[in-house]
């Protein structure tokens, strides 16, 4: 007897007791506040790899989940990059301060998993930095990446955790737990298990069909080995349009 297999995209996620909700929206803002001020190396990585490898004389560029606007600080922009600097950002807590600290980037709030309101390639560069690995659906997310960029030469620069590794495993429980319990007590896997629901591999796998990886780099062994590595970069150049 035939049986009907569930989709795996989307992802299906837990409901949010209200207790919940609260502590994830102030976490994750207290978190892109602690993380470049203790862990300055690994953020090094996750903002200047998009830096080295944008396009050359780019114009536009659209970042998803700019959070609080911490990869404005390592870019170099001349007054119209940054004015044509969109930044989208799901909490509206979080683009507040994306205004308030950047007020010529338009921050926006919006769900990249969504068709966002710019024509086809609009955009020279896009860039998610440790985004993807949060996505419930992660291909609606890369479809729309790729209906946004340039076709020819633009760029989709991304960072990704080693989410499920060794390393990653060992660094997390040293960093984000330690932050999480010392402000609200408890177990904290329900959050990041919520959080980080792809894996590199899964993320590779729905990103092959529309983009080429023209340059990658691991962190911080730079051996292309993810157990003992803790974030990956791509720099990626969009396949020709489908369809």
């Not at 409901?15 to 502590?23: F, G, S, V």
């Not at 996750?46 to 911490?70: C, M, Q, R, W």
């Not at 980037?105 to 769900?111: H, K, L, R, S, T």
């Not at 007590?185 to 894996?199: A, L, T």
Request: glycine share 4%; net charge positive; aromatic share 12%.
């Amino acid at each position: 007897m035939p049986t009907t297999q569930t989709p795996k995209w989307p992802k299906t996620l837990p409901p949010l007791t209200p207790e919940q909700k609260r502590i994830s929206d102030d976490f994750m803002k207290l978190w892109h506040e602690v993380l470049p001020r203790r862990f300055a190396l690994v953020e090094s990585f996750n903002h200047n790899f998009p830096v080295k490898y944008s396009p050359p004389d780019f114009k536009t560029s659209l970042e998803i989940g700019a959070g609080l606007g911490e990869h404005l600080h390592h870019e170099k922009l001349t007054r119209e990059q940054e004015e044509n600097y969109h930044a989208l950002e799901l909490r509206e807590n979080m683009a507040a301060g994306i205004r308030k600290n950047f007020p010529r980037v338009q921050a926006i709030v919006g769900d990249c998993q969504t068709r966002l309101d710019f024509p086809d390639g609009f955009f020279d560069r896009v860039i998610a930095v440790h985004v993807l690995e949060h996505l419930p659906n992660l291909p609606a997310a890369i479809r729309e990446a790729h209906r946004l960029v340039n076709k020819e030469t633009g760029r989709f620069l991304v960072v990704i955790p080693t989410e499920g590794s060794p390393a990653y495993t060992m660094a997390r429980k040293i960093s984000a737990e330690r932050v999480y319990k010392r402000r609200y007590g408890g177990d904290y896997s329900w959050f990041y298990k919520r959080e980080h629901i792809n894996f590199p591999h899964e993320i590779l796998e729905e990103l092959a069909p529309w983009f080429t990886t023209e340059a990658r780099s691991f962190f911080p062994l730079r051996i292309p080995f993810i157990w003992c590595n803790l974030c990956i970069g791509l720099a990626l150049r969009p396949r020709p349009a489908q369809g």
